[in-house]
């Protein structure tokens, strides 16, 4: 499984760093093979929105040579999903078998027509925006549609990331990560729930 996880200026850093913990132990613990992941922007470096700078090795990759493009999210992608440069990037994961937001990075995925005719959710103070995207905006911690996977605020990360592997591996798994994380809150076996 290879991951794209995007990156860019004023992006919400707890979005992603949280899922990035709890999903490189597939690598860690050999549950995946051939694990591996990038990390994707716009440009060279970018500053989270708390001042954090973070260089970037790759700019602008083709995305669809990925298994998973992950998105966070921050104040910027109110601007950023009128990008059509930007957005147009991320339109090159059409065809990847899993796409993955924490808050408002499903925005974007709205904005680059993955959401149409289906459920999603993102932070609570962006609803309303996600709302024309979307064939309902669901007010839940995690919605999955098939193989999006959208989360609700920063603090979801991590439920996110076990949801996940939760998904992909098995219960056995995902208990094994959350020890390993010390993390007790997620729920074991409510995928068909969601939360």
Do not use: H
């Not at 609700?152 to 995902?174: K, Q």
Request: with cysteine.
């Amino acid at each position: 499984m290879k991951i794209a996880y995007i990156m860019f200026d004023q992006m919400t850093t707890m979005d992603f760093a949280g899922f990035y913990e709890v999903v490189a132990w597939m690598a860690v613990l050999g549950k995946k093979e051939n694990m591996s992941w990038d990390f994707c922007s716009n440009k060279e470096e970018i500053t989270d929105d708390r001042g954090m700078k973070i260089k970037i090795p790759n700019v602008y990759p083709n995305l669809s040579k990925y298994d998973l493009v992950f998105i966070p999210g921050g104040m910027s992608t109110r601007k950023l999903r009128n990008d059509s440069e930007f957005i147009s990037w991320i339109q090159t994961s059409i065809d990847v078998e899993y796409k993955v937001s924490i808050c408002t990075g499903s925005l974007l995925m709205g904005a680059a027509g993955f959401l149409t005719g289906k459920r999603a959710t993102t932070n609570p103070s962006a609803y309303e925006l996600l709302s024309p995207y979307c064939s309902e905006v669901i007010k839940k911690r995690i919605v999955r549609e098939g193989n999006i996977f959208m989360g609700g605020g920063a603090g979801a990360s991590m439920d996110m990331g076990l949801f996940f592997v939760e998904s992909v591996t098995d219960e056995s798994f995902v208990k094994l990560v959350q020890e390993k994380v010390d993390y007790p809150f997620y729920k074991v076996g409510n995928l068909l729930n969601n939360y």
